[in-house]
């Protein structure tokens, strides 16, 4: 089938089940190629024992990216030349490895989806021989195979028959799901999506991305997109005029042939396409047990801040989706200042990430920590006024981008103990933003903020401290703001109305050890934070 489909031949295939499949014992005899269907591809139907094909890029070219095929036939049969083998040759072209799965037809969707959920704990179970990063293992479905995705989608927290194996141990979530003109969704009222999937559809559905024509059945690719925008799942759609049903990845010359770069588009996107070394890097960050920096450019002798981005990226996203607290994000070069000593310079960059992960108002108490071990680091927080993903012209415009300021402490670990040409590089790539930010509850219109703002510290009621020269967020300090939201929007992220970017005080002498103690911070007329560290 692979030669006459003009395909890559598989590496190898692989059988679902260790026995007879779970369910309806329906063994049809064997496999037929459906002839008598005027189609300009093969189908073929009467599937009674799963396989799963899979497809690899060579070696030295495989990052991990890997996606689950499930080629569409309307439950009746498997449309598998064009939804499956094809797909896999183009996958294969995107350094993406492809598993084509061969699954129960003709079935009920219920039972097709044993197929599904086994195949991706079985993918799971076998990733460190194909070279494959489980954690990014999603699923593209076609047609009936694209209601299969939903399905799994819907369903990876209730496996739908008893485990097999070890390899059951692994988890059937996919990392993300596409759906490709999707069929089988729908059902009642217009728009709707059938109840049995939409009661399912929650806030830790994975992503998903969504093509098909509007001269085929779009009402599926409107409600399902519709249900998750309600559940708020990060999800793209693309309506394309004209195109059939059925195009797969073959060349179109309607613009529906775009899907795919579209496709593409979005998994570098989301990450999803990273290289091996961004994603070994990322996932060291994210396993780390304190906010030490990791000397992340010794991966990366020849990367630039675009890499960095890549690296914290997957750790912020690794981050929230295990509910994990994530404030803010600011970079920093370490320069000399003269007699030995090494000062912190704010530097114009940034990432923002949801302010309701950095809760204000709250009495904190800090992560226990050794005596000394840290540092206390005051600044201010500014507040996005509205969503926007443009650049600013000037700096009075970057005024009307902010609606409050907050006053914030910020808890480090430490850093380096010499600068270096690349820190900003490292610090980029580690800013893990845990619970090292506190923020205060007070908010305060940009253009009421004193020229010079002094900042007092005290311990224990007792000490009280001034921190260097103040911090001067007036004047000259919009223009630097402006080069951080470009940098940002220009980075390609989306600022979000209630987002924070988190600005140190710049001071000539070293911030103050964090020593345990209960701590008030005075802005003046910003108010106070208090915290705890133990």
């Known amino acids: 089938m692979a030669a006459s489909a003009g395909a890559v031949e598989p590496a190898e295939e692989f059988a679902v089940w260790p026995g007879n499949p779970p369910g309806p014992n329906r063994d049809r005899g064997p496999e037929k190629l459906l002839t008598g269907r005027p189609r300009p591809f093969y189908q073929i139907t009467d599937v009674s024992h799963p396989t799963v094909s899979v497809f690899l890029p060579p070696r030295e070219r495989r ?15 498997l449309a598998i030349e064009h939804e499956g083998l094809e797909v896999a040759a183009w996958l294969n072209s995107l350094d993406i490895t492809a598993f084509v799965l061969k699954y129960r037809v003709p079935e009920r969707a219920p039972v097709a989806l044993q197929d599904v959920q086994r195949a991706m704990s079985l993918i ?88 098909q024509a509007n ?64 994603r070994a890097s990322a996932r060291e960050i994210a396993n780390t047990t304190n906010d030490a920096v990791i000397a992340v450019n ?18 912020v996203r690794a981050q929230i989706r295990n509910k994990q607290r994530v404030a ?24 923002v990430f949801q302010a309701s992960l950095a809760k204000s108002g709250e009495t904190a108490i800090l992560p226990s920590m050794a005596a ?20 600013i012209a000037t700096a009075t415009q970057a005024v009307g981008a902010f609606s409050a300021v907050l006053p914030f402490v910020e808890l480090r670990s430490g850093s380096p103990s010499s ?3 690349d820190s900003s590089w490292n610090r980029i790539a580690n800013n893990l933003g845990k619970t090292r930010f506190v923020v205060g509850s007070t908010t305060v219109a940009p253009e009421n903020i004193p020229g010079d703002l002094k900042v007092r510290i005290g311990r224990d009621t007792a000490s009280t401290v001034d921190f260097g020269t103040g911090m001067k967020p007036a004047g000259r300090s919009w223009e630097e703001l402006r080069q951080i939201l470009n940098q940002i929007t220009g980075e390609g992220y989306t600022l979000h109305a209630g987002d924070l970017i988190f600005c140190p005080a710049s001071a000539n002498e070293e911030p103050l050890a ?14 106070k934070v208090e915290f705890t560290v133990r």
């Not at 990052?63 to 569409?72: H, N, Q």
């Open 215 to 278: 001269d085929d059945s779009s009402e599926n690719s409107l409600a399902i997109v519709a249900a998750l925008k309600r559940a708020h799942v990060p999800a793209e759609l693309h309506i394309y005029q004209e195109g059939g049903h059925g195009f797969g990845v073959r060349t179109t010359g309607a613009p529906v042939g775009g899907w795919k770069e579209r496709w593409r588009e979005w998994l570098a996107w989301q990450g999803f396409l990273d290289e091996a070394s961004v």
């Open 298 to 315: 010794t991966r990366f002798p020849n990367a630039g801040i675009p890499a960095a981005y890549a690296v914290q990226k997957r750790v």
């Open 124 to 211: 799971r179970a076998r990733s460190a021989e194909w070279g494959i990063d489980p954690d990014d293992l999603g699923v593209v479905g076609f047609s009936a195979g694209a209601e299969l995705a939903v399905w799994l989608a819907t369903h990876y927290g209730e496996r739908q028959y008893e485990a097999q194996d070890a390899s059951d141990r692994f988890s059937t979530r996919p990392a993300y799901a596409a759906l490709i003109y999707p069929g089988g969704l729908t059902q009642g009222g217009p728009l709707q999506i059938k109840e049995v999937l939409a009661s399912r559809i929650n806030a830790d559905t994975p992503p998903m991305f969504v093509a």
């Open 372 to 391: 000394g071990a840290g540092r206390l680091v005051p600044g201010l927080a500014y507040m996005i006024s509205v969503d926007f993903s443009f650049q």
């Open 63 to 77: 990052s991990g990216a890997a996606v689950l095929v499930l080629p569409g036939g309307g439950l009746q049969r």
């Open 419 to 421: 600068p270096t040409a």
């Open 514 to 527: 964090a020593l345990p103690g209960r701590y008030d911070v005075d802005f003046g007329v910003l108010g």
């Open 328 to 351: 803010g994000f600011c970079v920093e070069d370490l320069v000399p200042s003269g007699a030995g000593r090494v000062v912190a310079r704010t530097l114009p960059s940034g990432v």
